[in-house]
């Protein structure tokens, strides 16, 4: 079973440039969502999206947005990359039901320069 | 608004002996569930063990079981018979009841000693 795919692994960009990062489930989850990992600060939540057709911001949403493209797929868009962007993240789901843990994907490390 | 507290930033072990992590949490919900996630070096999160808050029995997951205490909003992480793949960053995190924002703490970095 392949969980949770996301891609790519790693990424370079440089300040303003934008990229997409993709994410698909095939476990038939209902909520979807993307967390960043920076060191010492744990894993902090960017968007998420509790059901197809629907996204809500998180903690820290400011310079990115999400498309729920369907059950399964969850893209985060950076439109102008900025160096503080520079951070693993993560793609997430779960069955929405209240103590459905998080399945991961394996992170993309993006690099912004 | 719910926070998670990891106050250890790093731990170590000695293989086969038995290591403790902690995690405290704040929350004004009634309802809620907490789990702790393991990211080994390859950057994977895997779920380790999850508790129900209504629960009283403390969950337990084989070599890894908690502490759960309700009054004290303390979560703590116990592993038994300490393995070198135990080695990793683990992570508390909780969940209030009727939402959908699990809330994660800083992390604990555990080190096993051959």
């Known amino acids: 079973n392949a969980g949770v795919t996301q891609t790519p692994k790693f990424q370079v960009l440089k300040t303003g440039q934008s990229m997409t990062l993709q994410c698909a489930q095939d476990?038939?989850?209902?909520?979807m969502y993307w967390y960043r990992q920076d060191p010492g600060m744990g894993l902090r939540l960017i968007y998420y999206?509790?059901?197809?057709?629907?996204?809500d911001k998180g903690e820290v949403p400011n310079g990115y947005n999400v498309s729920r493209l369907n059950k399964r797929e969850f893209s985060l868009r950076l439109e102008s990359a900025a160096p503080s962007q520079t951070s693993v993240y993560f793609c997430a789901s779960s069955q929405g039901q209240n103590n459905s843990p998080l399945h991961f994907g394996n992170g993309t490390r993006l690099t912004v320069t | 608004a719910q926070t998670v507290t990891q106050s250890q930033p790093e731990m170590s072990v000695q293989e086969a002996e038995t290591v403790t992590l902690s995690c405290t949490y704040d929350t004004s919900e009634s309802d809620y569930y907490l789990f702790w996630y393991k990211q080994p070096p390859s950057r994977q999160m895997i779920l380790v063990i999850r508790q129900e808050a209504y629960k009283q029995q403390n969950a337990t997951e084989n070599r890894f079981s908690v502490n759960f205490q309700k009054a004290a909003k303390s979560f703590s992480l116990k592993i038994s018979d300490s393995q070198l793949g135990d080695a990793a960053m683990y992570f508390c995190?909780?969940?209030?009841?009727?939402?959908?924002?699990?809330?994660f703490g800083t992390g604990t970095r555990l080190k096993v000693l051959a």
């Open positions: 995190a909780s969940l209030a009841s009727g939402t959908y924002k699990y809330i």
């Open positions: 999206s509790a059901s197809e057709g629907t996204t």
């Open positions: 476990m038939n989850h209902n909520s």
